[in-house]
């Protein structure tokens, strides 16, 4: 019987998007955090009638067939590319991204990696580096005497020091965007890599090229809605019932053509 299939895929596929939701609420207070959305598509069909056959000698044509599908299966889960709420904090190295792009970080492989999570610091050497202690590719050194950090909103950073009346640069900070930047790949701690779905980095000055500019002292809040997702949770949850159910009543079907003497 094909409603036992069709209706375990559909419970699978309402686990995923609860899955999905969880994930979502669980980063809720994450910065930068983009709510994911889980996507499906319907499975092949077994065609017992092609639509256009003849069906009879007289030439008529069958109209619309019989094709009997056979489930659901996940086809995406992908980012929702809207910015979440800037939050003041007053940190002098925290810094928003209002607009696009992405912060360049460098990992412990030397490889890059990209986040919107603009909570910086400064490491025992004095260099700009995420929460995570990933250094900011543009490689910035804070020196230890400076008394203060400006970050202007095309990226540049200055810093002031007790016995100079001016500011003193100290480097760049550069966006970067994508083609594609749901084809982003997450890696975790707030960081995201390119693959062959995003394209490559292109990177620029905040607030040209389609960049967005920075923001010192904010951060960006996670964009996830409870509403939406506690909607979302319960819809899924409906779902995975109803496809219980399905199964629950094809077992009695089944039950009943055994019992038939």
Do not use: C, W
């Not at 007053?90 to 792009?101: K, N």
């Not at 975790?188 to 920075?214: H, K, M, Q, V």
């Amino acid at each position: 019987m094909r409603a036992l299939k069709i209706a375990a895929a559909g419970m699978a596929a309402q686990q995923l998007r609860v899955e999905v939701t969880s994930n979502n609420l669980a980063n809720m207070s994450t910065t930068g955090y983009n709510a994911r959305r889980a996507g499906f598509s319907d499975l092949h069909y077994q065609q017992v009638l092609a639509p256009g056959t003849i069906s009879s000698a007289t030439g008529a044509i069958v109209p619309t067939g019989i094709q009997l599908g056979l489930g659901v299966q996940a086809a995406s889960v992908g980012t929702l590319q809207f910015q979440g709420a800037l939050n003041q904090t007053g940190g002098e190295l925290d810094i928003a991204i209002e607009g696009g792009g992405y912060i360049a970080v460098t990992r412990p492989d030397g490889s890059t990696a990209y986040t919107r999570d603009g909570a910086l610091n400064r490491s025992s050497d004095g260099i700009l580096v995420t929460a995570m202690g990933f250094p900011v590719a543009d490689n910035i050194n804070v020196p230890a005497d400076a008394s203060s950090v400006v970050i202007n909103a095309e990226g540049t950073v200055y810093a002031r020091f007790a016995d100079q009346p001016n500011h003193q640069e100290l480097g760049q900070i550069q966006l970067h965007r994508f083609a594609n930047p749901r084809g982003l790949e997450a890696m975790g701690d707030n960081l995201f890599r390119e693959s062959a779905a995003s394209g490559g980095a292109i990177g620029g000055l905040p607030g040209r090229d389609g960049l967005g500019t920075l923001r010192q002292g904010f951060l960006e809040e996670s964009s996830v809605d409870p509403v939406r997702e506690v909607t979302e949770l319960i819809a899924a949850q409906r779902g995975y019932e109803l496809n219980s159910k399905v199964i629950s009543a094809a077992d009695q079907m089944l039950g009943a053509m055994v019992q038939v003497r």
